[in-house]
């Protein structure tokens, strides 16, 4: 094997110019794959582990997937049964008895559960109206399943407790009703309930739609003002291991009845893009690879041609056709294994150069360069590619070579 | 080494192309070690086609070769290659050095490929060939660095690298000027003489046909003559 390498190398090195473009083309190529990648993978990660950290991992609503069957479907599952004109049906929606599930939710190994229960209202402050979504919490447990406790300005969610009618807005919220802390305003819900309600705390989440138009109070008041007593519509869930949500949210859907909704399930749109960047990545920097791979197969296209006479007589010494493919596709190995290595050197400067870029844009995250993903693999990856397809360039050179009959060779030649 | 069957036996070895031209007709020869055999005749009588189809680069279409007793007829490819490894050894009128190695390397090649010797043995042994055949001062030059004569008896070094039974020759001498293709010739004695090799020569050089022990003559694909010292 080293004497075939051994061959290789001296052939390749008869075509060093011609050897080094085609190793350039590698090099580029699995230089933007690790580069693009970097920065896709990078993103994206920053993003999931945004969208994980923001939102509870799992979702259960008070709602099932599929309403629920009608008395005459049941009568006759086979029979050919037509229903129309439906009567609507007036019924307290929401999630009765939260405290079983919340008991059986808790008993998951790293899991914290909260209920809660959303619901519109209007804050009125002086000549300002804003419709806010109000979210009623039991602030121990809604700590544990979200971050708010971490993004707030002034006061804290316990202090919801101490205050009668106590109220948790965003800060922009405020800026646009023109309250302060300990301000009154009055809430006013859908059903016509109307509440004078404190600012306790103030929050920034960075997220416009939270900090514009989000407010906490206590899961009794919103029940009070949503005119909806004893009920939830919402338990949130977060888990230990995210990876486990989509399996969990499955079972939980099927032991309770109740649509459970996994964040991969909420974010499916998001990450169905993702998918597709990634379509659009790979197939770009695999175009980069294919050209590289064209060079390879050029040149050990070139070296089988200028080579028949060493091959004939490789041959006549004793070399099978087998050796003398190994020699070309090593050649094509190594030109590829050169592509790679110097492509991993040109990969890495390039991500260094990238992460001294800064963008002067004020982010709500407060990030203004780009995120980076630093994985030994992105570079496994790339190498791998570019030496699978520089060995596959060269097998059908290497194929033509092993095929050349020496006798026809040496009769030429003499 | 002493195997009861001849070294090598041709028996009604035949070569016709698919266009319908007959190389060699009816070739029957038995080869002996030690003999020193000059295959002769006029240009296209088949001289080097009967030497590849001994030598194992071809095969016949009819008829069968048979090396150390062993029928090579119905032998695959990669046995062939190993049989030309091992127990031959060709130099052709062309040097065919490998021009990226030096002389050393190219006649390490197929000791190497043979592996059956550690690296230091490999290379003591290619520069005993080397210094037999008064190359020694050249083993780390280059081949364009050698003269005609050099290039050709660093091929005959590398035809003997893995020690064959047969040493198979096309026109050695063909590219040489008189002094340096009788130098070969008597090369080609020696190891005919001295290490019990059949050594297997073709030339169009009756002079030097005649420093064989054995003349076999060619015409037209037939033996018309076959004459021993």
Request: proline letters at 4%; one cysteine or more.
């Amino acid at each position: 094997m080293r004497l075939i390498i051994d061959l290789a190398r001296g052939m390749l090195s008869r075509r060093r110019r011609q050897t080094l473009v085609s190793v350039l083309g590698v090099a580029l190529g699995v230089a933007f794959f690790i580069a693009i990648t970097s920065i896709m993978r990078g993103f994206q990660t920053y993003f999931i582990q945004q969208v994980i950290d923001v939102q509870p991992h799992i979702v259960i609503k008070d709602e099932t997937r599929s309403p629920a069957p009608q008395a005459a479907h049941m009568a006759a599952p086979d029979g050919a049964v037509a229903i129309n004109g439906v009567k609507p049906v007036d019924r307290l929606r929401g999630i009765r008895a939260s405290g079983e599930r919340l008991a059986v939710l808790e008993a998951i190994p790293g899991a914290a559960a909260a209920p809660i229960l959303t619901g519109a209202a209007l804050l009125r402050y002086g000549s300002r109206d804003v419709t806010i979504t109000v979210t009623g919490v039991d602030p121990t447990r809604y700590a544990r399943v979200s971050n708010i406790e971490k993004d707030m300005l002034s006061g804290r969610l316990e202090d919801l407790r101490a205050t009668a009618n106590g109220l948790i807005i965003g800060d922009s919220l405020a800026l646009r009703l023109g309250v302060q802390l300990g301000d009154t305003v009055v809430a006013v819900s859908p059903r016509g309930v109307s509440l004078q309600m404190k600012i306790v705390g103030l929050f920034h989440t960075g997220l416009a739609t939270l900090d514009q138009s989000a407010g906490y109070v206590l899961l009794k008041v919103n029940q009070v003002l949503q005119d909806r007593p004893n009920v939830v519509n919402q338990i949130l869930l977060r888990l230990g291991d995210v990876t486990q949500a989509e399996p969990l949210a499955r079972e939980i859907e099927a032991r309770f009845g109740e649509r459970t909704e996994s964040w991969e399930e909420q974010n499916r749109n998001i990450l169905t893009v993702f998918v597709i960047q990634n379509a659009i990545m790979y197939s770009v920097t695999g175009a980069i690879l294919l050209v590289a791979a064209f060079g390879i197969y050029n040149i050990i296209s070139t070296v089988v041609f200028e080579k028949t006479r060493d091959i004939a007589i490789l041959k006549s010494l004793g070399f099978t056709e087998g050796d003398v493919q190994l020699l070309f596709l090593a050649q094509g190995l190594i030109a590829g294994f050169l592509g790679a290595a110097l492509g991993c050197l040109i990969g890495q400067l390039m991500i260094e150069g990238l992460a001294q870029v800064r963008f002067h844009t004020e982010t709500p995250a407060g990030n203004d360069r780009f995120l980076l993903a630093r994985d030994w693999r992105i570079y496994a990856i790339a190498s791998g590619f570019a030496m699978a397809s520089a060995a596959l360039a060269a097998v059908i050179p290497a194929r033509r070579a092993a095929r050349l009959d020496p006798v026809q060779i040496i009769r030429g030649a003499a | 080494m002493s195997t009861p069957a001849p070294l090598l036996v041709a028996q009604g070895v035949t070569k016709t192309l698919p266009e319908g031209v007959t190389l060699v007709s009816d070739i029957n020869l038995t080869i002996d070690g030690g003999e020193f055999v000059a295959i002769t005749g006029p240009s296209g009588s088949g001289k080097s086609s009967l030497l590849y189809l001994l030598g194992l680069l071809d095969r016949p279409t009819s008829g069968r070769v048979l090396l150390e007793g062993r029928d090579t007829a119905a032998l695959p490819a990669p046995d062939l290659a190993a049989m030309r490894l091992a127990r031959l050894g060709f130099v052709f009128q062309f040097h065919f050095l490998l021009p990226e190695f030096s002389t050393l390397d190219n006649v390490l090649i197929p000791i190497r490929r043979r592996a059956a010797l550690a690296r230091p043995a490999a290379e003591a042994r290619a520069r005993m060939l080397l210094d037999a055949l008064g190359l020694a001062p050249a083993a780390e030059k280059m081949p364009d660095q050698l003269s005609g004569g050099m290039r050709q008896r660093v091929a005959v070094a590398r035809a003997l690298a893995n020690d064959p039974v047969l040493l198979l020759a096309d026109e050695p001498t063909g590219n040489l000027d008189t002094k340096n293709a009788a130098a070969v010739f008597d090369i080609f004695a020696r190891l005919a003489k001295e290490d019990g090799r059949a050594v297997l020569v073709v030339t169009h050089d009756a002079e030097l046909a005649r420093r064989a022990t054995r003349r076999v003559h060619l015409v037209d694909g037939r033996i018309t003559s076959d004459e021993k010292n």
